[in-house]
């Protein structure tokens, strides 16, 4: 997956990875939220992911971020 995915796009991921929304990324990256919606998109369609969840799992299975950067809800 890292090969396919851009910076900017691994960012992103990391961040949803964390939970956040597609405003809370758009705005943690100063740029539009339709613009946030469309790197979310293409980033679900790059790894075939459906979900954002499907989409965590993979990130963390290819050890494309690490688990401990991943919120503990313990």
């Known amino acids: 997956m890292k090969r396919t995915l851009s910076p900017l796009q691994i960012i992103v991921t990391e961040l949803l990875c964390e939970g956040l929304t597609t405003r809370e990324v758009a705005d943690n990256l100063q740029i ?5 919606q469309n790197i979310i998109s ?4 790059k790894t075939n992911s459906r979900t954002r969840a ?4 993979k990130a963390v299975g290819q050890n494309l971020i ?3 950067s991943v919120p ?3």
């Open 66 to 68: 690490k688990l401990e």
């Open 54 to 57: 499907e989409l965590a799992a």
């Open 42 to 45: 293409t980033i679900l369609l």
């Open 72 to 74: 503990s809800f313990q």
């Open 32 to 36: 539009s939220e339709s613009t946030a």
